[in-house]
């Protein structure tokens, strides 16, 4: 059929219209995928980062897999946006110790594992020691380590010690001149400090020599950590301490009913000292989805302040403990473990934009409420 001029100008008109109003719809997407900030354009810590890809790779005698910070965990950190992980250098878990049956020994020698490792990092990795060390801005060539030591085993006295207060807290203050800048109270079983939730979830308050801790560390400018204590001596803590407490690595009890989560009055009595609950996978329990209903859940309990993350899971590099890529003959896992970091990050961080969460919220949850409180107990220099 013919047409005319008017209506091939008519037509011409519409169609580059439509091509006018395609490209801006695809120029609009292209600038909110640039604009969206990814892991990389936030401070992430890490709230608890297990030695366990260490002892897997110790395990092996093999030189190649002698430095396992420098070759294989820090370029998969770096990678994925991660610019803290929270480091227990021992406690009183045997895997903690690398092995060792014996609590102060075995814990020093996994200190100096990690330190060891710092030094052949030619400056890639340092550790947070004062306020002075605390990220401001992300940094994607540099890995801090905040060293932990997850049960306080490792520092326990003789049961009846003749000896002044002072002496009683002195292998405390050792690890803490060694770098050390947390200690979780308890592992999962009783220690001279205090009960863990195998005592039972109600189970005892602090000892004395627990209560006496709790006053050094606040003196000293040390993290105290509750992850794995009974209820009874959160709450003891929470009455004592004068400032903030953090669980690094539990979630509330409500999404896992088990002993070792949280019960909301252990999550309001955390956040009562300004402290922070870092939500925690589980591996065929929780997924990131149900991660983020944890986080949206204490959010509306206690505040965005007093929420953070733990741990997201394995990864490619390392997808579960016993496993090394190239040397386990069995397959490796699926899902989350077959992910690299960057994704964990990124997929997690996705999530939370689509909950509403805005950038300033985002940061405070990756990263920022953990910073907030090292501010505010840490040495200044």
């Known amino acids: 059929m013919r047409i005319n001029r008017r209506q091939f100008l008519q037509k011409s008109g519409r169609s580059v219209m439509s091509l006018a109003l395609a490209s801006q719809f695809l120029n609009s997407k292209v600038a909110k995928a640039q604009d969206k900030k990814g892991p990389h ?17 110790f395990a092996l005698n093999d030189p190649s897999q002698n430095s396992p910070l420098r070759d294989f965990l820090l370029p998969r950190l770096l990678d994925g946006g991660v610019d803290v992980i929270i480091m227990p250098a021992g406690g009183d878990s045997v895997d903690q110790r690398g092995g ?3 609590l102060f020994e075995g814990s ?13 990092t030619n400056g890639k990795v340092s550790l947070i020691k004062s306020v002075k060390d605390i990220p401001k801005v992300p940094n994607p060539d540099h890995l ?11 520092i326990q006295i003789d049961p009846e010690p003749g000896y002044h207060r002072d002496r009683r807290l002195a292998l405390l203050r050792n690890f803490f001149r060694l770098g050390v800048r947390g200690m979780q109270l308890t592992h999962h079983a009783r220690n001279q400090l205090a009960d863990g939730f195998w005592e039972g979830k109600m189970a005892g308050r602090l000892s004395k020599f627990g209560v006496e801790v709790v006053e050094e560390m606040n003196r000293l400018g040390m993290m105290i950590g509750v992850s794995h204590l009974s209820a009874n001596g959160i709450y003891h803590v929470a009455e004592i301490t004068k400032h903030p407490i953090v669980s690094t690595h539990t979630n509330p009890q409500k999404f896992i009913n088990t002993p ?17 609950v870092g939500i925690r996978y589980i591996e065929q329990k929780t997924s990131y ?10 959010v509306n309990l206690v505040g965005l302040k007093h929420v953070g ?5 394995h990864d490619v590099g390392h997808p579960a403990v016993g496993y090394i890529p190239g040397y386990s003959k069995e397959p490796p896992p699926g899902g989350v473990e077959a992910q690299t970091m960057y994704q964990h990050w990124d997929n997690f961080l996705n999530l939370l934009v689509k909950r509403g969460y805005t950038e300033n919220d985002i940061a405070l949850i990756l990263g920022g409420n953990y910073l907030r409180i090292w501010k505010e107990i840490l040495p200044a220099v």
């Open 41 to 57: 354009q936030y401070v992430i810590v890490q709230g608890h980062h297990d030695i366990w890809e260490f002892n897997d790779r």
């Open 100 to 102: 060792s049956d014996k």
């Open 108 to 120: 020093m020698r996994v200190l100096d594992m990690i330190l060891t490792e710092i030094e052949k």
């Open 144 to 154: 801090k380590i905040f060293l932990d030591i997850e049960g306080g085993g490792p």
């Open 260 to 276: 070792r989560q949280h019960m909301d009055d252990e999550i309001k009595a955390i956040a009562s000292t300004g402290g922070i």
């Open 289 to 298: 989805e149900m991660l983020v209903d944890e986080i949206e859940y204490m």
């Open 309 to 313: 993350v733990g741990w997201l899971g």
